[in-house]
């Protein structure tokens, strides 16, 4: 029983590189959610989707963009990577609206 | 403005003791969700306690329980009898419904870290 995977775990980028983070779900949960987490901010929401084939904005979208192609994927992509995105990446799934999200176990990316 | 607040970025209780984090909303959708998720250092989520705006009774789930004030928009968790594995951070969370042009979007307060003393 996976839950919610990110793929990876850990990276270093350089300042300009682009990366894509992958978040994988079993749970045939309807909706997903990236946010990254720094110290003192909490959680804050980057880009969500509430079923296959759409996506949103969050909080703090500006430099990221997803996908969500297939149900159970949901993809992260940075373009031009800058030291400001340097931070822990959570993804989250749930089922409906009105149940918990489940996380998984965070990227955390280093931007040089 | 900000969604979801947690004023309190830290907190000290005794062992054996109750200790009540506190978390105020704002949102202008009569149909949401409230939650409250536990992050040790070891870094992942877990999810605690569930609250719906139109749930009449306050939630509970073993130690913790929520004091859900709807007309004050606050949503306390109480843990009780705290234990040495309680010290983490805690985050508040809220769903709103689409009403509110939320579209079921899951947005966090900052935290409260919590340490358990002997």
């Known amino acids: 029983n996976a839950g919610v995977t990110q793929t990876p775990k850990f990276r270093v980028l350089k300042t300009g590189q682009s990366m894509t983070l992958l978040c994988a779900q079993d749970?045939?949960?309807?909706?997903m959610y990236w946010y990254r987490q720094d110290p003192g901010m909490g959680l804050r929401l980057i880009h969500y989707?509430?079923?296959?084939?759409?996506?949103a904005k969050g909080e703090v979208p500006d430099g990221y963009n997803v996908s969500r192609l297939k149900k159970q994927n949901f993809l992260l992509g940075l373009e031009s990577a800058a030291p400001s995105q340097t931070s822990v990446y959570f993804c989250a799934s749930s089922y409906r609206a009105n149940t918990e999200a489940f996380f998984g176990q965070g990227t955390r990316l280093t931007v040089v | 403005a900000q969604k979801i607040t947690q004023t309190q970025p830290g907190m000290f209780v005794q062992e054996k003791e109750a200790v009540t984090l506190d978390c105020t909303y704002d949102t202008s959708d009569p149909s949401y969700g409230l939650f409250w998720y536990k992050q040790p250092s070891s870094g992942e989520m877990i999810f605690l306690i569930y609250q719906g705006s139109y749930d009449q009774q306050n939630a509970t789930e073993g130690r913790y329980s929520l004091n859900f004030q709807k007309a004050r928009k606050s949503a306390n968790l109480v843990i009780s009898a705290s234990q040495l594995g309680d010290s983490a951070m805690y985050f508040c969370a809220m769903r709103e419904g689409p009403a509110a042009g939320g579209g079921n979007k899951l947005t966090f307060g900052t935290g409260t870290q919590l340490k358990v003393e002997l």
């Open positions: 989707s509430v079923g296959e084939g759409t996506t």
């Open positions: 749970m045939n949960h309807e909706y």
